[in-house]
């Protein structure tokens, strides 16, 4: 089985920068895409950022600028710098990962961890 593991997430006041890491686990041979999505209660999940395999990266608009997704060099991890927070940034932030092992379309979610920007 596949496991997916989120932690960075905290308190901190707006204007401040956090680093989200998610790591993976398991039988995985490997990954081709990993992201991050968030989700405040009333709202659906959305997405925040993405990257592929290859390198290539994909932002939300409203985050594109304030956000940098990497991967790092073992393939099955991925960060999520953030600066410039905002009190409307408060979620919890979700690592998702597809493609696993050649397998598009079944997907894979951490349990979250929780942001709070404090104004």
């Known amino acids: 089985q596949v496991q997916l593991v989120e932690s960075g997430g905290g308190l901190v006041q707006a204007g401040g920068s956090l680093r989200l890491s998610c790591a993976a686990s398991?039988?995985?041979?490997?990954?081709?895409?990993m992201g991050w999505y968030r989700q405040v209660p009333g709202k659906q999940r959305e997405l925040v950022a993405v990257?592929?395999?290859?390198?290539?990266?994909a932002y939300a608009a409203s985050w594109k600028g304030r956000c940098t997704i990497s991967r790092g060099n073992a393939k099955n991890s991925v960060y999520l710098q953030m600066n410039s927070l905002k009190p409307e940034d408060t979620a919890v932030y979700y690592c998702?990962?597809?493609?696993?092992?050649?397998?598009?379309?079944?997907?894979?979610w951490g349990q979250g961890t929780q942001v709070t920007v404090s104004s």
């Open positions: 998702n990962a597809d493609g696993v092992n050649g397998i598009r379309g079944l997907g894979y």
């Open positions: 398991g039988s995985i041979f490997s990954i081709n895409r």
């Open positions: 990257i592929f395999s290859g390198g290539s990266t």
